[in-house]
């Protein structure tokens, strides 16, 4: 049959305009869209004192898992962005006093509820608190902490515990999260209870948005948790990867950094469940118990699984409950032998990063940043080059991370930076000039005071040595008499000095003006 020219101009028209609904519906692609246009704040502005500098940008890292080629239902499409009021963010809090460690527990929440308001989150907030919280007159420490939640519109449930009821005595630990129960489930530890406490909220509150159940003190966020997703479907359930190394990159330390399940939190297993069983999926991604992100029936579902497990171990022998086997070690056993229903997701390639794996080496040293990769603002970016909306076991990093989110928080106005964090403020990176000559300095004359720890920054402006006093070998850089904040790191790491001392503890000094 042949087509009229007419009847051939109405197919093209036809064929344009199911091209832009199909462009409407998916988007273009471009992976480094703009934030969210639905969100109803503007995103973060930049900071009225520069964030602490990132490495030099490196290519987005490729995904080294054995399975690097699966599909991933998180990660396979593009979505206009998604932030809907019926979307719930929820964690446990349960804390009466404060922490003795920085951030502080007042803090961490401001970290926690203002990043995750500050950028635009339209949708629900619970925390699980202490039942004082509660209270018409909490105490004083509990007060201005609950003020401040209510003001930006957290729903704050108590939880009562309990002292626990097995028919075997737990090992012992001081631990309040690992030593009490949920007076509502007396065999779960608060470490495991917590899930269930979600899950009877969930079935309470049915949602028809998207759900994350997270770890507080450690989280913030960088865009709206759920942006990239799309609408929820069905019973769709995640669970994020660790990092586990990167083969790409030179590692600053010489050591191994990142976290498998060959490591001994996933080992503990062995205990409960037998080494054969264990062995089963030894050396896969470490999957992190501290984010669980789904649908609302999904996670429901999901939970059910993982709870019916928790509760029949609760009967069995101190090896199968808490502090023996931690939630993590059973989520990762559960997962990789097909117990639950949930998608683990690569690492770096979805709504969350928990960057703990990237920041510590095996040998416990923290603060280390070049696993990551950051944009020209300091936010953490992830394999995509995007701004990975929800960043987890942030403390891992040290000073410079705190920093950082001391200075994004204070940027909206509710943390004051204080005066340890105004001190190391003023000796932030700027963004240190390429065109820093590198040569030998003056190293014969003792008339050096120390100015930045490693991973830290120095201001100088006569030169600058990097090294050890412990074995005295030492880099430097001249500054020719030039202000300059210099990174107290070797070259691998985004700095401008050879390491002198592989392995040892090193410092930056500062050469006295004559």
Avoid at 11 to 39: H, L, Q, W, Y
Avoid at 173 to 192: F, G, N, T, V
Avoid at 337 to 352: M, R
Avoid at 454 to 466: A, G, L
Wanted: charged share 25%; glycine share 8%; hydrophobic share 35%.
């Amino acid at each position: 049959m042949q087509l009229t020219t007419k009847a051939l101009m109405l197919v093209g028209v036809a064929s344009f305009v199911m091209g832009m609904v199909v462009r409407k519906e998916f988007g273009s692609g471009d992976t480094n869209e703009a934030p969210c246009p639905v969100i109803s704040r503007p995103p973060p502005p930049s900071h009225s004192s520069p964030p602490p500098p990132p490495p030099p940008k490196v290519k987005a890292s490729p995904d080294p898992s054995p399975e690097a080629n699966r599909k991933n239902e998180e990660n396979t499409k593009t979505h206009e962005p998604w932030n809907h009021p019926d979307d719930v963010v929820m964690g446990l809090a349960r804390y009466e006093h404060d922490f003795s460690a920085s951030p502080s527990w007042p803090d961490a929440m401001k970290m926690f509820v203002g990043t995750l308001r500050h950028v635009g989150y339209k949708g629900r907030i619970v925390m699980f608190v202490h039942p004082l919280m509660t209270s018409d007159s909490p105490p004083a420490n509990l007060l201005a902490t609950k003020k401040y939640l209510l003001s930006k519109n957290v729903e704050i449930i108590g939880v009562e515990t309990a002292p626990c009821q097995f028919p075997f005595k737990p090992v012992d630990i001081h631990q309040e999260i690992r030593k009490l129960c949920s007076a509502d489930y007396p065999m779960l530890q608060l470490e495991w209870a917590r899930f269930a406490i979600g899950r009877d909220w969930l079935k309470k509150n049915p949602t028809t948005g998207w759900s994350l159940m997270t770890d507080v003190r450690d989280t913030f966020f960088q865009r709206t948790p759920f942006a990239d997703l799309g609408p929820p479907t069905g019973n769709q359930t995640f669970v994020y990867e660790e990092y586990y190394g990167d083969p790409t990159r030179t590692i600053a330390t010489g050591k191994k950094i990142g976290i498998d399940t060959s490591h001994w939190f996933a080992k503990m297993a062995t205990k409960c469940y037998g080494k054969d069983n264990y062995e089963a999926y030894k050396g896969k991604p470490m999957l992190c118990s501290g984010q669980i992100l789904g649908t609302g029936t999904g996670s429901v579902k999901m939970l059910d699984g993982y709870i019916d497990e928790m509760r029949a171990n609760g009967k069995k022998n101190p090896t199968c409950v808490p502090p023996e086997l931690p939630d993590q070690t059973l989520l990762n056993y559960m997962v990789y032998h097909n117990q639950l229903d949930i998608t683990p997701v690569p690492y770096g390639k979805g709504a969350i990063m928990t960057i703990g794996g990237a920041c510590t080496s095996n040998t416990g040293k923290k603060g280390l940043r070049d696993q990551l990769d950051f944009d020209g603002d300091g936010y953490i970016l992830d394999s995509r080059g995007k701004r990975v909306p929800v960043v987890h076991q942030w403390d891992r990093c040290g000073n410079w991370m705190e920093l950082w989110i001391r200075k994004f928080v204070a940027s909206f106005g509710e943390l004051p930076l204080g005066a340890r964090w105004e001190r190391m403020a003023s000796a932030v990176n700027n963004g240190i000039a390429d065109s820093v000559p590198v040569v030998k300095a003056d190293l014969s004359s003792n008339n050096w005071v120390e100015c930045a720890a490693e991973n830290e920054t120095c201001k100088c402006s006569t030169s600058v040595r990097f090294g050890s006093v412990k074995i005295d070998k030492w880099e430097a850089v001249d500054l020719s008499g030039k202000q300059q904040d210099v990174s107290c790191l070797n070259e691998n790491s985004g700095g401008l000095f050879k390491d002198p001392a592989p392995g040892k503890h090193k410092i930056c000094q500062c050469k006295r003006s004559l």
